[in-house]
């Protein structure tokens, strides 16, 4: 997208957005409203739901938890999705209507009912998302209420964004939101995505909300299969703790009029999404519940994609690993060890490892290096990046999670449901 | 075996020697002599080399890591069973002798040299372990004088097999000892059993290492057979962090004389080596690093025993399950939704979930139980028994772990290589 941080500075321009929480109101899609309010789910009086409203239906699609264990909402939503009808997401935090039985599902329906009367729509064409706490029904006077207020709040504005972004927050540090400017050859649309959660958040467990919006034109199939895409090396390439909740939803809703993109430029807007989803991904892994720092893992040389994916995934998820992080210990023997027991080919002879740019490891065998100084230089830098080739294949990918430290234990092990 | 706590009282005898450590002359097998003495790999003084001798060459057999990077003594002791001819195993702690290139073959391959000239035999017929720091060079000069003088104080008793199992241990608060007397059928044999480790384990990474000797008549393909069978359902189903160290080395040797079992007697043999195996296993994860608590996970009603055990090694790392169990909180949304994520069928409708004896979740949903009293009771309790119920198969498993403490992530992440 134009002016990433990442991007070739052949792309850069002035109107780059994507720092954490920079958004601006021009890069915002038009045809979508937005409003954050508190309605009272939350003890501590936070905001706690949000709606997005569009102007007319829009396209849709939705990617959704890998639980077999799966909240209201999700079931509702995934029905739905994808789309050409849709006209409003609502979303509550503070509570995650899931293990609720019948009655949570009466709720996420109620829900759905109420936002339709407000908007003008069919129930069917209304998208519902819940985080919080689990196995509690929710407060539905509450949500009765606030969703009138919502409504009557919606504004076509950053401000609303914002806002919007702020009541899906459980335990986050900050709320996460990318806006940018896309080109996708000729024409340039606009993506403004919010993310909450990653780690298990409180109360009971982790849940990854997002909704990404767009003004380029797709039909429901592209905007399916660009989320799909985009999920796969961004949302699905990080971890904080492994643990995959009921609630998982990530949404992609597309205002845009016209001719839909063509197969090139499907294919630079896929690309440019992924990005937008990366952007929001390492801010998720960044609030990481007690994270110090964000462990970036490149591996390559694996037999090939899938299987790079399994040993990145095994090396972020060793608490090992990660707790060697947490003390800038630039222990290659937990890392090397690691992917020796993921569950992919490697060549023990080829594997070669840098930590933030230090070679500690080549060709089997560890080679001498300044550890007091790249000690130094891990504890410095909040993106610890560990990159490991373990072979000769063409299989590369890119993960990011966080290290393992005693204020997420503490925080998960103190707090009592 | 004889007196298990877990076996049927009709089974119960005088002689149960299954507690932590009580250990007695009479169980041990005869035919072997061990040795544990301090040969100053480890910077600490406490004892490092243990050595076990047969009078004979005896059968032996091994279960080795599956990690794909193996340090040098695992290669070489894999390539030596099973066997009917060997002679002595020589550990060393402290050092584990892993990633350390040909010179590591040569130095594993020469302890394997100065035992056998010592013992008098082929050096093919000893088997080599190593546990401690990976990457480093043995100290051979401290290795070759400790192996003499090992091999000068061999002796066939109970303090001789402390000793060796003192001399295996690293970071291990307790040494790990069972011995047991076994009733076959009409005949009775006996068991002495070592371990080490589990969690991962300082300076670089977790190894688990075990000596199980008996007198029972085996042939090598029965003693194979027995010991990766009992491997399967106790050290295969207990995990700490789960990295999986390039050392874990399990041992069977039988010094038994005459007709070797028959397939009752043999059937019997196994049970009863699973039941110690059990038992060393439990120890591994309560010494597990910070442990406040042991979990003991049942998973019931699987589709089949190793969707059961994936279930269970799901549910048993899961740091929210972990970091629940340290805090007393019986957070079944953890559990049931850890669950759900595995990658075996459960059936969420008919998830049932107890904690310490107390149903908390029933057919798919949180009932009412009394919660501060839960809490109490899974506090004072060493062991935590969580029996989840996943559905209406015959898939059954027991899985031990351990909880998830801040000493845990203070040990590894202050700990510098």
């Known amino acids: 997208m134009t002016g990433s941080e990442n991007a070739p500075s052949s792309k850069k321009s002035d109107s780059f957005k ?27 009086g936070k905001p706690d739901l949000s709606l997005i ?27 739905r999705t994808p789309s050409e009808m849709i006209r409003a997401v609502v979303t509550n ?7 609720t039985g019948d009655q949570g599902m009466q709720d996420a329906t109620e829900m759905c009912d109420i936002v339709a009367e407000m908007v003008g729509c069919q129930s069917e064409n209304v998208l519902v998302m819940s985080t919080g706490i689990i196995g509690k029904h929710l407060p539905m006077d509450c949500i009765r209420t606030g969703i009138r207020d919502a409504h009557q709040q919606v504004e076509p504005s950053l401000a609303g964004f914002l806002r919007s972004a702020e009541a899906i927050r459980t335990t986050d540090k900050n709320r996460k939101t990318v806006t940018a400017q896309i080109d996708v050859g000729q024409r340039k649309f606009r993506v403004a995505a919010m993310a909450k959660g990653a780690g298990m958040i409180a109360p009971n467990m982790a849940t990854m909300l997002s909704c990404m919006l767009t ?62 989803a990366v952007q929001l991904a390492k801010q998720l892994v960044a609030d990481g ?101 373990v072979g000769e294949g063409s299989g590369t990918v890119e993960y990011w999670s966080s290290d393992l430290t005693t204020s997420y234990v503490e925080f998960n092990s103190e707090y009592t449901t």
């Open 18 to 44: 994507l720092a954490h929480d920079h958004c601006t109101e021009g890069d915002l899609p038009q045809g979508f409203r937005f409003a954050g309010v508190t309605c009272g789910i939350k003890p501590s």
């Open 215 to 276: 003004d380029a034109p797709l039909t429901p199939e592209m905007a399916q299969a660009s989320l799909s895409g985009a999920a796969q090396t961004s949302f699905n390439r990080v971890s904080v703790d492994g643990h995959t909740s009921t609630n998982d939803t990530l949404l992609l809703m597309s205002s845009g009029q016209g001719t839909p993109l063509n197969p090139s430029e499907l294919k630079n807007f896929q690309r440019e999404l992924t990005e937008v």
């Open 53 to 79: 409203v569009s102007d007319r239906p829009v396209v849709a699609a939705g990617v959704y938890t890998q639980n077999k264990i799966v909240a209201a909402p999700v079931v509702l939503s995934r029905g």
């Open 289 to 389: 519940e007690g994270a110090l720092h964000v462990m970036a893992i490149r591996i390559e040389g694996a037999a090939d994609e899938s299987a790079a994916e399994t040993i990145a995934r095994t090396v972020a998820a060793s608490p090992l690993v990660k707790t060697a992080v947490t003390g800038s210990d630039p222990n290659w023997g937990r890392i090397v060890s690691a992917a020796g027991y993921a569950n992919a080919e490697i060549a023990p002879e080829k594997i070669s490892l840098q930590i933030c740019g230090t070679t500690i490891y080549r060709d089997g065998a560890p080679v001498p290096f300044d550890e007091p100084a790249l000690s130094t230089k891990m504890k410095a830098n909040a993106e610890v990046t560990i990159v490991l080739r």
């Open 93 to 99: 935090s503070g509570n995650a209507n899931a293990c």
